[in-house]
């Protein structure tokens, strides 16, 4: 939906109003805390404020974590920096900020949804949400960052590509055939009248700059291909059966290699393929938009917004973000090295604990309301938000959520992820809600997006907690708005 100007405009002071803080510390040589989270939002969110605060040589540190806590606010009491930003996160931790550090300046520039309101003048929020607007779809953290950067320095707007890098890695490409809309329309619009970008409408699976066509097609997973998802032999007989030839010579061919008529072909095979497994509302997922990062090299992942995402997100949950960080800031060689290498390595991963979780049936449990998956010590804490991401689209019951867990070695805690469906959230489902209500009784915590939330409790009190996510999101598809019941909301 397109949002009024208004609050367009009122969401672009408030930028500025960070822009005015952040450049202010500059001017009297403060040194600032850049905080980010770890997925590729996050680290493109910290790189845009970084690239920023490089061009004026101003003295700044950046740190990606998975979440605030009270480790992280032991840092900052203990190196007391002039300026702390939180991107990609923050808005979730106000009351712990007002707490603990109430007398720090802190810039906040994120897109989640938010607990607790801000009356603290030290703190400077920026956040989608506080003028109506959805932080799931609307803009991201990168995109936030970006707001805040333009109104820095008008030249900053040459961050705009990975912008939209950071908004493709949370999967904001909801608006019709997988465009972005709202605020990242804008950043778009920057981004393509500086060169920077081009959009096209095309098929849009992963890996269409490097990838051999049969590859491409067995790694997509979004849409879901049930029974070539996965399966490289299956994608290499279905391309086959179409007389799609796979090789040019001795070169495979990648999908920019094809034909109009074959993308054609293609595409409507795919779209029968899907009717035929009742996944017809996948099929207006095939064709989109696609993000084409102009200045990158031709058949290099980071020539495709979407493809560039997954290296930057792999480097976060291989927990090397500083590779992420500098590919952001420019770098093209030995970071982008070890990135890709990170990315061949989450790569394994990621298939290493789908094949595990489908190995047992209590691995993959279904409830009244919900699906669970419990990823115990086996899935690392940092990967089950994309094994939640991965396995949500490809289960029998749509509606139905998807709340996996595992383990935090040596914490005592179960690190949470849930993902819903966009047919989920129409029903009235709200994740960052319900997984906030479900787990502070328990001594934990929990929030995000409507679509996709994540969060932490005690491991002692996991039962407890899906006990109670179960009932709340059972109550949510009965259109009970339980953050009415809830006085923080
Ligand atoms: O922390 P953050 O906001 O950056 O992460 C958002 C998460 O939500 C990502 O893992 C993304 O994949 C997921 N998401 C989603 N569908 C959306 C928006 C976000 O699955 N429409
Ligand atoms: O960790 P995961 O990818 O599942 O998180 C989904 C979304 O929920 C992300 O946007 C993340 O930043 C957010 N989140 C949150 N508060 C938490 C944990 C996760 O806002 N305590
Ligand atoms: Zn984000």
């Not at 990648?254 to 035929?276: G, V």
């Not at 020539?303 to 090397?320: I, Q």
């Amino acid at each position: 939906m397109p949002h009024d100007s208004q609050a367009i405009e009122a969401f672009l002071a408030d930028a500025q109003k960070a822009a005015n803080v952040i450049l202010e510390t500059v001017q009297n040589d403060g040194f600032i805390h850049i905080f980010s989270h770890l997925d590729a939002d996050g680290i493109t969110a910290a790189g845009v404020i970084g690239r920023a605060l490089f061009r004026l040589d101003a003295r700044f540190r950046i740190r990606i974590t998975q979440w605030v806590d009270e480790k992280i606010i032991g840092e900052i009491i203990a190196d007391k920096p002039e300026l702390v930003i939180l991107t990609d996160f923050g808005s979730g931790y106000l009351d712990l900020i007002n707490e603990k550090i109430p007398d720090f300046k802190v810039v906040i520039l994120d897109h989640h949804q938010a607990a607790g309101t801000n009356q603290n003048p030290n703190i400077t929020q920026v956040n989608p949400h506080m003028h109506g607007m959805d932080g799931a779809t609307d803009v991201s953290g990168s995109g936030v960052a970006y707001f805040a950067a333009r109104a820095m320095d008008k030249r900053n707007v040459d961050s705009a590509p990975i912008a939209l890098v950071g908004a493709l890695g949370d999967m904001q490409d909801r608006y019709d055939q997988r465009k972005l809309g709202s605020l990242n329309a804008l950043i778009v619009e920057d981004a393509v009248n500086a060169k920077l970008v081009s959009v096209e409408k095309d098929l849009t699976f992963f890996g269409r700059e490097t990838r051999p066509i049969h590859r491409t097609l067995a790694s997509t997973t979004n849409p879901f291909l049930p029974g070539i998802s996965g399966e490289e032999d299956k994608s290499l007989a279905f391309l086959s059966s179409l007389n799609i030839p796979l090789k040019d010579g001795d070169r495979w061919r990648a999908l920019r290699d094809l034909t109009a008529e074959e993308k054609k072909r293609l595409c409507s095979a795919l779209a029968d393929y899907l009717l035929s497994k009742g996944l017809h509302y996948e099929i207006a997922n095939l064709i989109g938009h696609i993000y084409i990062l102009n200045t990158e090299e031709p058949w290099t992942p980071l020539r495709d917004a979407r493809e560039f995402a997954v290296v930057l997100n792999s480097t976060g949950r291989m927990e090397r973000p500083s590779l992420g960080i500098a590919v952001c800031m420019g770098d093209r060689e030995s970071g982008l090295d070890e990135a890709n290498k990170a990315l061949e390595d989450y790569r394994k991963s990621i298939n290493k604990y789908l094949i595990w979780v489908w190995e047992k049936p209590e691995r993959l449990r279904e409830l009244e309301n919900i699906y669970v998956v419990n990823g115990e010590d086996f899935v690392s804490e940092k990967i089950i938000g994309t094994i939640s991401s991965i396995l949500v689209s490809g289960l029998p019951n749509v509606e139905k959520p998807l709340i996996a867990y595992a383990n935090v070695p040596g914490e005592g805690l179960a690190k949470l992820s849930s993902r819903s469906t966009a047919l989920g959230v129409n029903k009235g489902i709200n994740l960052g809600v319900a997984m906030r209500l479900a787990a502070e009784p328990l001594g934990g915590k929990g929030g995000g997006h409507n679509i996709a939330a994540g969060g932490q409790v005690p491991l002692d009190k996991i039962d407890d907690f899906v006990t109670a996510v179960n009932e709340l999101v059972g109550r949510q598809l009965k259109g009970e708005k339980l953050e009415e019941d809830d006085h923080k909301a």
